[in-house]
């Protein structure tokens, strides 16, 4: 069996407290840019964990953003062509909606306390 090769990766952190800010400064118009419906509605439905939802998928996407222009410096992904999901165990998946042909293999991990979020992406070939 062949074994797959790591060939991007891309970590980030975001503060809440700086989240928070640029939620409220953007408002509705931020939200459309960065996060898919499913994204919203995955968030809206945790509502005393909401922002630390977003932020952590906000992080992810930063995260996948890295990882990818390692692997293909010319794809150039915009925040809401990244969509995070969530299987019915919870694991956190990425979707890229950016029409490319070229598949990837990414793995995200993400974590979130009360004052940062931090996301992790590994894309495979």
Do not use: W
């Not at 790591?6 to 975001?14: E, H």
């Not at 919203?40 to 992810?60: C, D, I, M, Q, S």
């Not at 915009?78 to 070229?102: F, Q, T, W, Y």
């Amino acid at each position: 069996m062949r074994r797959a090769a790591a060939i991007g990766c891309g970590v980030d952190v975001v503060e809440i407290a700086r989240f928070r800010q640029a939620v409220s400064r953007g408002g509705a118009r931020f939200m459309r840019r960065v996060f898919t419906a499913a994204e919203v509605a995955y968030a809206n439905a945790r509502p005393r964990t909401k922002l630390l939802h977003l932020a952590g998928r906000f992080a992810a996407k930063e995260a996948v953003m890295k990882a990818v222009s390692q692997v293909d410096p010319k794809r150039r992904l915009a925040m809401h062509h990244i969509e995070v999901r969530n299987d019915r165990l919870g694991r956190p998946s990425i979707r890229l909606h950016d029409g490319r042909k070229m598949r990837l293999t990414i793995h995200i991990s993400l974590s979130h306390v009360q004052s940062v979020a931090v996301a992790s992406a590994v894309v495979l070939r």
